[in-house]
């Protein structure tokens, strides 16, 4: 079994993305503001996410969100890792090691899932590509590089939120490192309990539920 910690850790450092291993779209600067709806109209979210590091090592999981400020990265058996979103901090806790970081959600990209309230225009800029269905939008902070930079990735869906469906992200932190997200079977607006973003603190009980 590979170390898994590394290939995590970039999850946390810098979540940008590319669903498709060619450029992305060039589309018209409206795009942002179709984007931004997506964004907006998203209040729960839950979907398969397959992850990959700049190695090629792979992790899978299963990805829960719900505005505000609530996400919950839970991976497949085995990994003893966990990585959740709640009261404005993004936590990691390794239960193996008995482990738990916390960072400001706002010191990371994924504030951009995050926060409905943003405005993505003053922040993020459309990547070009040559493929008018899929949107791709790179976000990053100018005056805090050390954030990392996050790359969304939609596709044009009748059906989605603001109609465009999000892919993935890729994740490129300051040492860049990059992680790949590519999510599957996105529900949306399907309730989500709160209880879904709590978690044990293995420094106090050395249980995982």
Do not use: C
């Not at 990392?148 to 932190?173: C, E, H, K, Y």
């Amino acid at each position: 079994m590979f170390n898994t910690r590394p290939a995590v850790i970039a999850t946390i450092a810098a979540l940008s993305v590319a669903a498709v291993p060619a450029p992305i779209a060039a589309q018209a600067t409206g795009d942002l503001a179709a984007v931004q709806k997506h964004l907006q109209s998203v209040e729960t979210m839950t979907a398969n996410f397959s992850q990959a590091d700049r190695n090629g090592k792979v992790l899978t999981g299963v990805l829960t969100l719900k505005k505000p400020g609530k996400l919950r990265f839970q991976y497949e058996k085995g990994v003893p890792i966990l990585i959740v979103a709640e009261g404005g901090a993004l936590t990691f806790i390794d239960y193996s090691v008995k482990q738990v970081q916390r960072w400001p959600i706002k010191n990371s990209p994924l504030g951009v899932l995050l926060d409905p309230t943003r405005d993505i225009t003053r922040y993020a800029k459309l990547v070009p590509g040559y493929d008018q269905r899929i949107t791709s939008v790179e976000a990053n902070d100018p005056k805090h590089p050390e954030y990392g930079r996050i790359t969304l990735v939609f596709v044009r869906n009748a059906s989605a939120p603001g109609g465009l469906m999000l892919q993935g992200w890729v994740a490129l932190d300051s040492q860049n490192n990059r992680t790949t997200i590519r999510l599957t079977n996105q529900k949306f607006g399907e309730p989500v309990s709160d209880n879904s973003f709590r978690w044990n603190d293995p420094r106090r009980t050395g249980v995982r539920k």
